[in-house]
């Protein structure tokens, strides 16, 4: 009992230090690619979306995008952003699977947003 809990509490920490080092690591290209108007492409669901975003964020979720993707311009920049950074992962896939070039992971969209303010 004594080992599953002293596991979970590094694993805790462990997990807690990445996203600390999330906020202050992230690629700082992605403050430039927004300067220059890249569309931060948010892919919660609506419900999540309506609790918090980034301004400006366009929202499509993860189980609307391969019905909505047309409604994108290919030609565009596009950072994806969810609550942990593994949907925005899948959406980057599918939109390079569907000719998109420009399409970058910009992980939890409140380290996004964090990171932003910093630089």
């Known amino acids: 009992m004594k ?32 300067s220059e108007g890249a569309i931060i492409l948010d892919v919660r669901t609506e419900k999540e979306f309506e609790m918090g975003h980034i301004q400006g964020a366009l929202n499509i979720s993860l189980g609307e995008i391969r019905h909505r993707y047309t409604e994108l311009d290919t030609s565009k920049t596009y950072i994806t952003v ?38």
Not at 8 to 33: S, V
Not at 88 to 111: H, P, Q, R, T
């Open 3 to 34: 080992k599953a809990i002293l596991i979970i509490g590094i694993l805790l920490l462990a997990y807690i230090g990445y996203r600390i080092y999330k906020i202050y690591t992230l690629d700082k290209g992605l403050g430039q690619l927004i």
């Open 82 to 119: 969810c609550s942990h950074g593994l949907r925005s992962v899948k959406v980057e896939n599918i939109l390079k699977e569907k000719g998109f070039k420009k399409v970058y992971n910009g992980g939890a969209w409140n380290d996004l947003q964090q990171s932003l303010k910093k630089h």
